[in-house]
T-cell receptor
Framework: QKEVEQDPGPLSVPEGAIVSLNCTYS??????FMWYRQYSRKGPELLMY????GNKEDGRFTAQVDKSSKYISLFIRDSQPSDSATYLC??????????FGTGTRLTVIP | ETGVTQTPRHLVMGMTNKKSLKCEQH?????MYWYKQSAKKPLELMFV???????ENNSVPSRFSPECPNSSHLFLHLHTLQPEDSALYLC??????????????FGSGTRLTVV
């Protein structure tokens, strides 16, 4: 079983839509949960960081972690064409190594 | 451009060539990483260096040889590669040690094609 499962998409939505991106994981030791955004021909950049279960909001982005079901979500409200990118979930144990999902490619159509 | 710079951006090499990828960070981080990114696969951790010492080699074939002369520079030496080694090679750095809200800082990667 993979450490992290993520639907690779692609996912296309109209501008203004609410986007839901999800991951599941198998390792109960994961405590830190990150979302990275990767634009074409660029490296991933950290978008959101959450510690343990709960929600965290940053502007149009909300990260949600449910440790009981091992489920990670990223919601994007009022999606914009500039949100078009690949989104990677990355849970982490207390050690320093991140585990990445495959990434979901999102396209927001004007 | 991020605080992590990778060169070259693109590289095409034959299976008998020897080449090197370079990574440089000026963020004061003490940990550096090499990742391999292939289509429809998760990022694969290759090597980890903490304070210039290699702390992890994730069962990477010996045709990939890392070098970390100081905390700011990381190299990946390549020789006798195979076509399946074609991928985006990403370098990252971090402050190291445990979970951190700052995560990793990635470079833009080197797109490697082995012919």
């Amino acid at each position: 079983q993979k450490e992290v499962e993520q639907d690779p998409g692609p996912l296309s939505v109209p501008e203004g839509a609410i986007v839901s991106l999800n991951c599941t994981y198998s390792n109960s030791a994961f405590q830190y949960f990150m979302w990275y955004r990767q634009y074409s021909r660029k490296g991933p950049e950290l978008l959101m960081y959450t510690y343990s279960s709960g929600n965290k909001e940053d502007g149009r982005f909300t990260a949600q972690v449910d440790k009981s079901s091992k489920y990670i979500s990223l919601f994007i409200r009022d999606s914009q064409p500039s949100d078009s990118a690949t989104y990677l979930c990355a849970p982490q144990t207390g050690a320093n190594n991140l585990f990445f999902g495959t990434g979901t490619r999102l396209t927001v159509i004007p | 451009e991020t605080g992590v710079t990778q060169t070259p951006r693109h590289l095409v090499m034959g299976m008998t060539n020897k080449k090197s990828l370079k990574c440089e960070q000026h963020l004061g981080h003490n940990a550096m990483y090499w990742y391999k990114q292939s289509a429809k696969k998760p990022l694969e951790l290759m090597f980890v260096y903490n304070f210039k010492e290699q702390t992890e080699n994730n069962s990477v074939p010996s045709r990939f040889s890392p070098e970390c002369p100081n905390s700011s520079h990381l190299f990946l030496h390549l020789h006798t590669l195979q076509p399946e080694d074609s991928a985006l090679y990403l370098c990252a750095s971090s402050q190291g040690g445990g979970g951190t809200e700052y995560g990793y800082t990635f470079g833009s990667g080197t797109r490697l094609t082995v012919v």
